[in-house]
């Protein structure tokens, strides 16, 4: 595999993706700094990506409670399948303006 912009030899590199299982197949040249990914394994990567974060998706409402604050339930399966019980200690982060984390334990 050749350097489409400098013509220098690539090299290939398998990369972890965030949330897939797969290793995805990058080309890296080590020359001018062109990386790209393979496309096949790239695709596979993002359809794993995607059915797991279907398979974890609840769509909910956010409530009004007093003072002008906020709160969402935790349903019945997600308590049971995060096997909370009520009165845990948990970590709300917000890593970017569309997402809000709730870590639980350490
Ligand atoms: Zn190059």
Redesign the pocket.
């Known amino acids: 595999m050749q350097?489409?912009?400098?013509?220098?030899r690539?090299r290939e590199v398998k990369v972890k993706i965030q949330g897939a299982e797969t290793l995805a197949t990058s080309y890296q040249?080590?020359?001018?700094?062109?990386f790209d990914f393979e496309e096949k394994s790239i695709n596979k990567a993002i359809n794993e990506i995607k059915a797991k974060e279907s398979a974890l998706k609840i769509k909910q409402k956010i409530i009004k409670l007093s003072h002008g604050r906020l709160g969402m339930y935790i349903n019945r399966d997600v308590a049971r399948s995060l096997n909370l019980k009520g009165g845990e200690e948990v970590y709300v982060s917000v890593p970017d303006k569309k997402h809000l984390v709730v870590g639980i334990g350490n």
């Open positions: 350097c489409p912009k400098c013509n220098a690539m040249c080590g020359k001018c700094g062109y």
